[in-house]
């Protein structure tokens, strides 16, 4: 599922903006079912500029309600009617997503804490100061055995101990949830860590749910800004 507003605040419009011949939202479509890893692919939006954009491309789409909080709610309401076991969000603003991502982030559900893992992410680590200071950017710290702890806008965490070694790593936006939990999730109310931070899974933190994060090299561009979008088109053409 390929969650896709039009009226994104950051960066409106984004999901239709020319990405070398062809919208964002239809260069991510087309990289994730090029993964091969999915019984059906589809995006999920309240526009229907982005719905007739996607049908007319060959691709499958669903319409939403308008007033989702969020894009994993707007998933929620899609996957109620659909057969099916596990439930894979891909932003729309992620076009280079991979095989390479997706694969692991399925795999931790056969792993042997599988049936502690209600939700599972992934997570690159940052390179540059700029990076990590870039609010744009989601930061994740996890736990020995990489579960999330938190995760902030913010640098995250702050280095007091500058001789520490320390990654710091950004949240990619890419979920593998059961079906029941995202079901689960958009029947819980937001708590204020999720409304002030603006990251929809702090709310399966705030109560008490558990994240597994996969660690992944792939440091490929997702588009939150125009000059994302500009670094992205350059990618492309190199």
């Known amino acids: 599922m390929i969650p896709a507003r039009y009226a994104a605040s950051r960066f409106p419009g984004k999901m239709m903006k020319d990405l070398a011949g062809k919208p964002v939202i239809i260069r991510t479509y087309e990289s994730t079912v090029a993964t091969q890893l999915f019984d059906a692919v589809y995006v999920v ?3 229907s500029v982005i719905y007739d954009a996607v049908i007319e491309a060959g691709g499958k789409a669903l319409m939403s309600r308008d007033d989702h909080e969020c894009g994993s709610d707007r998933i929620a309401e899609a996957v109620a009617a659909i057969d099916c076991d596990i439930v894979v969000n891909v ?16 795999q931790v559900f056969y792993g042997d804490d599988a049936s502690q893992i209600d939700l599972a992410s992934v997570m ?4 540059t100061e700029e990076e990590i200071q870039n609010p ?22 702050y280095v007091r101990d500058p001789e520490v070694p320390l990654t710091v790593y950004k949240h990619k936006g890419i979920y593998a949830f059961r079906k029941q939990a ?3 999730f ?33 440091t490929a561009i997702g588009i939150d800004t125009p000059e994302d979008l500009e670094k992205a088109r350059q990618h492309i053409v190199k």
């Open 45 to 47: 939006t309240d526009s």
């Open 91 to 106: 932003q729309g603003d992620e076009p280079f997503t991979t095989r390479e991502d997706l694969a692991p982030v399925l």
């Open 124 to 127: 690159t680590p940052l390179e």
């Open 136 to 157: 744009n950017n989601v930061k994740v710290i996890v736990d020995a055995m990489d579960y999330a702890l938190y995760f902030s806008r913010s640098p995250l965490p």
């Open 182 to 184: 995202i079901i689960d």
């Open 186 to 218: 958009s029947l819980l109310k937001m708590r204020a860590l999720e409304a002030a931070e603006k990251i929809e899974c702090i709310r399966f933190l705030e109560y008490g749910k558990k994240i597994k994060m996969v660690r992944s090299h792939n």
